[in-house]
Structure formats: structure tokens, C-alpha cells
């Protein structure tokens, strides 16, 4: 299946919030899909998008008898994104927890792969990763090399 793209639907408590601490990250919204309802967040223009639903209008799309998750007490889901390198992860989470978000975990620094995270206003969890895949490959080849050279 080729170009599949990707809406993540989220309640938001405060529409116009979310709006603006997104905006504050640099992200914008497709206008075709936002309304006093909903805000379209362009993660990756043509790819990744996040539905901000006012929480009566996501729940109107629900199942009968299932209830909305609360983010702020619950996690249900971790949305991770892609940063080109640790510098736009340490910007992209400082600006977010600059904008209304909250630190969610710990760093994670394991050399080639580095990633922080923040909640949103609204408590949704979001991973922010840069992976250097150069040097995770020659790990990887290096590693292999040890192995077979121990057999």
C-alpha cells in the first residue's frame, strides 16, 4: 500500500489552547479542516496530521457506551515525532514546555538515538526522537562483526 496518510484524533478541552500552543511550535492547521469543531494540525504536509476535536464533537464519533479517555489522568495513547537532529528535539520540547505543555519522561540519550517528551495542555503524551541511522547502521555492522569474529 503505497502514501498512506495519518489523522491521530484527539479530544482537547480548548480548542482555541491547543490552537495556539501548537502554533507556538512552529506547526500550522489546514483551514479546509478546522472549524470552531475541529483544528487539522499539519504534522508533515501530504503525510501525518492530528485532528483536535472539541471533546463533544470527538465524542459524537464513539461507539455507544464508550467514554472519552481522560488525558490528563490516563494515558492513551504516546504520539511519537521525528526530529532531524538533538538540537530540533531540545527546541521542539523547550518550546513546548515554554507554551502550556508539561515534561512527561525522562531524557532518553543512548548515543545515536535521542528523544524527550511533554504532555500537552490537554495531557496528550508526545515522544520527540532524533535517531543518527548512519551511526546506528555501523553499530549495527560492528556488533555483527564482533559476533562473528567470536564464533
Not at 478546522?34 to 464513539?62: K, P, R, S
Not at 515522544?127 to 543518527?132: A, N, P, Q, R, S
Request: proline residues 3%; aromatic residues 10%.
Amino acid at each position: 500500500m503505497a502514501g498512506q496518510m495519518i489523522f491521530v484524533n484527539l479530544a482537547v478541552r480548548d480548542l482555541e489552547q491547543a490552537k495556539a500552543f501548537w502554533s507556538k511550535l512552529g506547526y500550522s492547521f489546514d483551514p479546509m479542516f478546522t472549524d470552531e469543531n475541529a483544528a487539522c494540525l499539519v504534522l508533515a504536509e501530504g503525510h501525518n496530521y492530528a485532528m483536535l476535536l472539541t471533546e463533544q464533537f470527538f465524542a459524537g464519533f464513539l461507539p455507544k457506551g464508550k467514554a472519552t479517555a481522560d488525558a490528563a489522568t490516563t494515558t492513551e495513547t504516546m504520539i511519537g515525532l521525528s526530529a532531524d537532529s538533538r538540537e530540533e528535539v531540545d527546541r521542539l520540547v523547550d518550546t513546548a514546555l515554554a507554551s502550556g505543555g508539561s515534561p512527561a519522561s525522562d531524557t532518553m540519550d543512548m548515543g545515536p538515538m535521542y528523544g524527550r517528551s511533554f504532555q500537552d495542555p490537554d495531557g496528550h503524551h508526545w515522544e520527540v526522537m532524533y535517531m543518527d541511522r548512519a551511526a546506528m547502521e555501523q553499530a549495527g555492522q560492528e556488533q555483527a562483526g564482533q559476533e562473528q569474529a567470536g564464533q
